[in-house]
C-alpha cells in the first residue's frame, strides 16, 4: 500500500521560504517520477516540481525555475521542496505525489499521477 504523507506546509510573507516534506511508503521499482502539485481555490492542480527515479532529471514549472529546488534522500524515502522568494499567488494546496501506473512519458503531468498525498497548505501574505 502506497503511502505519502506532506508536511511543512505554513504561512509566510512573501519573499519568505518553506520547505515541503514528502515521506514515501509501499513505492516500487515501477515508480518512474515523484512530484509536486499545488492547486489553488478555483484552480486546476499544476505540476510545479518532479524528478525522474530513473534516471534522476529533474524537472520544473517554468514559474518556479531559480526560486524551488526539488530534492530526495533515497535512505529516508523522502522527497522535499525547498520553496524559496514565494509570491501571494502561490498559495495553494501543495501535494506529493508518485507515478507509479502507466507512464506516457512525463512528469509534470497530473495524469502521469495514480499516487496523491493528501496535502500541505501554504500560505503566502503580501
Known amino acids: 500500500q502506497v503511502q505519502l504523507v506532506e508536511s511543512g506546509g505554513g504561512s509566510v510573507q512573501a519573499g519568505g521560504s518553506l520547505r515541503l516534506s514528502c515521506a514515501a511508503s509501499?513505492?516500487?521499482?515501477?515508480?518512474?517520477?515523484m512530484g509536486w502539485f499545488r492547486q489553488a481555490p478555483g484552480k486546476e492542480r499544476e505540476g510545479v516540481a518532479a524528478?525522474?527515479?530513473?534516471?534522476?532529471?529533474?524537472y520544473y514549472a517554468d514559474s518556479v525555475k531559480g526560486r524551488f529546488t526539488i530534492s530526495q534522500d533515497n535512505a529516508k524515502n523522502t522527497v522535499y521542496l525547498q520553496m524559496n522568494s514565494l509570491k501571494p499567488e502561490e498559495t495553494a494546496m501543495y501535494y506529493c505525489?508518485?507515478?507509479?501506473?502507466?507512464?506516457?512519458?512525463?512528469?509534470?503531468?497530473?495524469?502521469?499521477?495514480?499516487?496523491w498525498g493528501q496535502g500541505t497548505r501554504v500560505t503566502v501574505s503580501s
Open positions: 509501499g513505492l516500487t521499482y515501477s515508480t518512474k517520477c
Open positions: 524528478i525522474y527515479t530513473v534516471g534522476g532529471s529533474i
Open positions: 505525489a508518485a507515478a507509479g501506473g502507466t507512464w506516457y512519458g512525463g512528469c509534470l503531468e497530473v495524469y502521469e499521477y495514480n499516487y
